[in-house]
Each structure stands twice: as C-alpha cells, then as structure tokens.
C-alpha cells in the first residue's frame, strides 16, 4: 500500500455549497481559493454533456504553475506504478526519487 502522501494530489474541489469552509491544497498545502455558490461544471462527463450545478469552487492559485503541476504528475506515475505492480524494486526507487524531486520543488516555491 502506498502513503497517504502519494493520494495527496488534489488541487482542486467542489463540495455542496456551504459544506467546506477551508480547504487545503494536497500539493502545497496551501490554504485554498473559494468561489461561493458557482455554477460549474465539476466532472468531465458533466462538462462533455454541457450540464452545470452550484457548488463551492475550491482551487490551489498555484494550480497551473509549472512545478505545482510537475508535483502531481510525480505522483500519479508513482500512483500508477503501485497499482500495475509490476516491479516494486522499480517503484522503491521511483517514490525515492520522485520524493526528492517533490520535497525540492516544495522547499524552492511553497513557502513564499
Ligand atoms: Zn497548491
């Protein structure tokens, strides 16, 4: 089983509104952005069928910056490298070096 550390990708939210009063970022840490009571879409069968509904709109603004996303694509291979289970010498070494890159990338732009 992989930590709760790699399932922690989640930059973006959409509770019922009025659910959530704040919510964290799972790359960052970040306290999110909110935007009460939106009308969105929240799922690609939903955007695909041009249906919206009201929710609370929670997103890290540091969701589209390049090491923000270089984050969670590091953790969605060692995600996807736990599921096949192919190789888990493979996937020691992958969470090893993906954790560096990641707690580097944290150091160098989350804490300003
Ligand atoms: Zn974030």
């Known amino acids: 089983m992989l930590e709760k550390f790699?399932?922690?990708t989640?930059?973006?939210y959409f509770p019922e509104p009025g659910k959530i009063k704040v919510a964290t970022c799972g790359i960052c840490k970040a306290q999110?952005?909110?935007e009460r009571d939106a009308l969105r879409a929240t799922c690609l069968a939903e955007a695909l069928a041009g249906r919206k509904h009201r929710c609370d709109y929670f997103f890290c603004s540091?969701?589209?910056e390049a090491w923000h996303q270089r984050i969670?694509?590091?953790k969605m291979d060692v995600y996807r490298e736990a599921i096949n289970r192919h190789d888990l010498i493979n996937l020691e070494k992958m969470k090893k070096a993906a954790k560096k890159e990641i707690l580097k990338l944290?150091?160098?732009h989350?804490?300003?």
Do not use: F, P
Request: net charge positive; charged share 25%.
């Open 10 to 12: 989640g930059s973006n």
């Open 6 to 8: 790699w399932y922690e």
């Open 72 to 74: 969670h694509c590091l």
């Open 62 to 64: 540091r969701q589209n």
């Open 32 to 34: 999110m952005e909110v």
């Open 106 to 108: 944290l150091k160098a």
């Open 110 to 112: 989350a804490t300003r």
